[in-house]
């Protein structure tokens, strides 16, 4: 089976699996208490803090840990936007974002607050130009912007954003979801995001830094555990393995991810060369470097996905369904682009290039016959 949904979640890097079993051995106390084990598993979760604020590009002091990406985004966004209550009670998001940023947005505009999505063009990159527009506006309280799409792999311009929140006093919470580990992390953030599974540590760790200076305040009633940003026990041999699993993977990064961007590139390339009435989606240089989706005219999604399955690949899909009764992805209809008949091909480390050919070989003959089956070919 070619695991291609690296997007949704990477293999356990096999760094992060020697760190857990050690750490589940040595690790388990309560970190806050004063006895021996707790001392043993407070240094191994200050270690890990630090190894993880390296890699980001943060003061181990500005870095927390939640229990998913998810929770990240909520108690950064809101956090930020309830400690800045007296400057503004407006949010500016990019279209695109993942939907916790828009989950979050949504329970700010019922709480008082408002909200505004700015745009992306047709291969969903948000246009900088308008962003610093919106952030310009008067009363904006935070700003969000994604260091690349989750369902598309375009990058945004996450540097050109921060210079402009910066000059206009607006914090920016920056989502790394998909290139932490993976690429270096863009300057200027104000609060960052990340989540542990999606660069090979164990699910259940997400990232929540904040920079020093920046107005936070925490929605949840406060815990004196991670510098009281998020309430409850650390579970600090998870927190090791993350660590280690992002040390790892940013040190492969320089050859692994132009590994991985080649492998992406032909299939690209390949596809609409192999399947008719294909559109490709999203930005063709400026991406991550192991995500390409594509769409096919006339092809039930959900069905594509599971032929695939059967063919031994995992992918998945931004919309994997034609039926009118359900919401395609906001991602692909923000972009305005084809929106069924999606497929997502996320590469983990390791993919390589004979089953990348294998999935070129088999992916016309399947859509050939979803086509003919629903009388379209």
């Given at each position: 089976?070619?695991?291609?949904?690296?997007?949704?979640?990477?293999?356990?890097?096999?760094?992060?699996?020697?760190?857990?079993?050690?750490?589940?051995?040595?690790?388990?106390a309560?970190?806050?208490?004063?006895?021996?084990?707790?001392?043993?598993?407070?240094?191994?979760?200050?270690?890990?803090?630090?190894?993880?604020?390296?890699?980001?590009?943060?003061?181990?002091?500005?870095?927390?840990?939640?229990?998913?990406?998810?929770?990240?985004?909520?108690?950064?966004?809101?956090?930020t936007?309830?400690?800045?209550?007296?400057?503004?009670?407006?949010?500016?998001?990019?279209?695109?974002?993942?939907?916790?940023?828009?989950?979050?947005?949504?329970?700010?505009?019922?709480?008082?607050?408002?909200?505004?999505?700015?745009?992306?063009?047709?291969?969903?990159?948000?246009?900088?130009?308008a962003?610093?527009?919106?952030?310009?506006?008067?009363?904006?309280?935070?700003a969000?912007?994604?260091?690349?799409?989750?369902?598309?792999?375009?990058?945004?311009?996450?540097?050109?954003?921060?210079?402009?929140?910066?000059?206009?006093?607006?914090?920016?919470?920056?989502?790394?979801?998909?290139?932490a580990?993976?690429?270096?992390?863009?300057?200027?953030?104000?609060?960052?995001?990340?989540?542990?599974?999606?660069?090979?540590g164990?699910?259940?760790?997400?990232?929540?830094?904040?920079?020093?200076?920046?107005?936070?305040?925490?929605?949840?009633?406060?815990?004196?555990?991670?510098?009281?940003?998020?309430?409850?026990?650390?579970?600090?041999?998870?927190?090791?393995?993350?660590?280690?699993?992002?040390?790892?993977?940013?040190?492969?990064?320089?050859?692994?991810?132009?590994?991985?961007?080649?492998?992406?590139?032909?299939?690209?390339?390949?596809?609409?060369?192999?399947?008719?009435?294909?559109?490709v989606?999203?930005?063709?240089?400026?991406?991550?470097?192991?995500?390409?989706?594509?769409?096919c005219?006339?092809?039930?999604?959900?069905?594509?996905?599971g032929?695939?399955?059967?063919?031994?690949?995992?992918?998945?899909?931004?919309?994997?369904?034609?039926?009118?009764?359900?919401?395609?992805?906001?991602?692909?209809?923000?972009?305005?682009?084809?929106?069924?008949?999606?497929?997502?091909?996320?590469?983990?480390?390791?993919?390589?290039?004979?089953?990348?050919?294998?999935?070129?070989?088999?992916?016309?003959?399947?859509?050939?016959?979803?086509?003919?089956?629903?009388g379209?070919?």
């Open positions: 089976m070619a695991y291609f949904d690296a997007a949704s979640t990477e293999p356990l890097h096999p760094r992060a699996r020697e760190a857990l079993l050690e750490a589940i051995d040595v690790g388990w309560d970190p806050a208490r004063p006895y021996t084990q707790s001392r043993r598993a407070h240094l191994l979760l200050e270690q890990a803090r630090s190894e993880v604020a390296e890699v980001l590009g943060a003061r181990p002091d500005e870095v927390s840990f939640t229990s998913s990406g998810t929770q990240a985004v909520h108690l950064g966004a809101l956090g936007l309830h400690g800045r209550r007296r400057a503004g009670r407006h949010l500016v998001t990019g279209a695109v974002e993942h939907s916790s940023v828009l989950h979050a947005a949504q329970l700010h505009e019922r709480d008082g607050g408002t909200a505004e999505t700015v745009g992306v063009s047709l291969t969903g990159r948000v246009d900088p130009a962003f610093e527009a919106a952030v310009a506006r008067e009363g904006v309280a935070l969000c912007l994604q260091t690349a799409n989750h369902e598309v792999g375009t990058l945004q311009p996450v540097a050109e954003a921060a210079e402009a929140c910066r000059r206009h006093g607006v914090p920016l919470l920056v989502d790394a979801a998909q290139t580990g993976r690429l270096p992390v863009p300057a200027g953030w104000s609060v960052l995001t990340a989540s542990a599974h999606k660069w090979g164990p699910a259940g760790v997400g990232v929540l830094a904040v920079r020093k200076g920046t107005r936070f305040r925490s929605f949840l009633p406060e815990d004196e555990r991670e510098r009281r940003r998020v309430p409850g026990f650390e579970n600090v041999p998870a927190i090791v393995a993350a660590a280690a699993a992002l040390r790892a993977m940013a040190e492969e990064a320089p050859q692994e991810q132009r590994r991985l961007s080649e492998l992406v590139g032909r299939i690209r390339e390949t596809v609409p060369k192999v399947v008719p009435d294909v559109e989606i999203g930005e063709p240089v400026e991406r991550a470097p192991h995500i390409v989706t594509f769409s005219l006339y092809v039930d999604g959900e069905v594509l996905l032929e695939l399955d059967k063919a031994g690949f995992a992918v998945s899909s931004g919309s994997s369904c034609t039926a009118s009764t359900l919401p395609p992805s906001h991602v692909l209809e923000a972009m305005g682009v084809l929106t069924h008949g999606n497929v997502r091909v996320s590469l983990p480390r390791g993919a390589t290039a004979d089953e990348v050919d294998r999935f070129l070989a088999v992916l016309p003959e399947l859509v050939r016959r979803i086509r003919h089956d629903a379209v070919a």
